[in-house]
């Protein structure tokens, strides 16, 4: 999981409170905070990304429905970088969500 460290409202008990409920929902997740800003962050971060699902043996594995969902969406939106501000991610999330229930 990726943040935006740059978001003002990106502060440490925030930061603590979303990754706690991640931990609730995810099992062993594991959290990253990075800058959507550069390129070179969001390139490291799916390197790491990769990395682990190499080393879990996820790689091969199918896609869940909901991710392909949102990278619809953001593929929709993307006419420069970054590609949205960070509310707008989180309505798309929302919205996907709503619609998998």
């Known amino acids: 999981m990726g943040t935006r460290k740059d978001d003002p409202k ?13 931990a609730k929902i995810i099992k062993d997740c594991q ?14 971060l799916r390197t790491e990304i990769a990395a682990i699902a190499t080393e ?16 619809t969406q953001l593929n929709g939106l993307r006419t420069h970088r970054p590609l949205i501000p960070f509310n707008t ?9 709503d619609s998998e229930c």
Request: proline letters at 4%; aromatic letters at 6%.
């Open 56 to 71: 879990r043996k996820l790689v091969g594995t199918a896609i869940p429905r909901n991710f392909k969902n949102v990278q």
């Open 31 to 44: 959290f990253r905070v990075v800058s959507c800003l550069q390129p070179s962050t969001i390139t490291a």
């Open 89 to 97: 991610l989180n309505d798309i999330l929302a919205k996907v969500i």
């Open 10 to 22: 990106c502060t440490e008990e925030y930061l603590k409170t979303v990754k706690a409920k991640l």
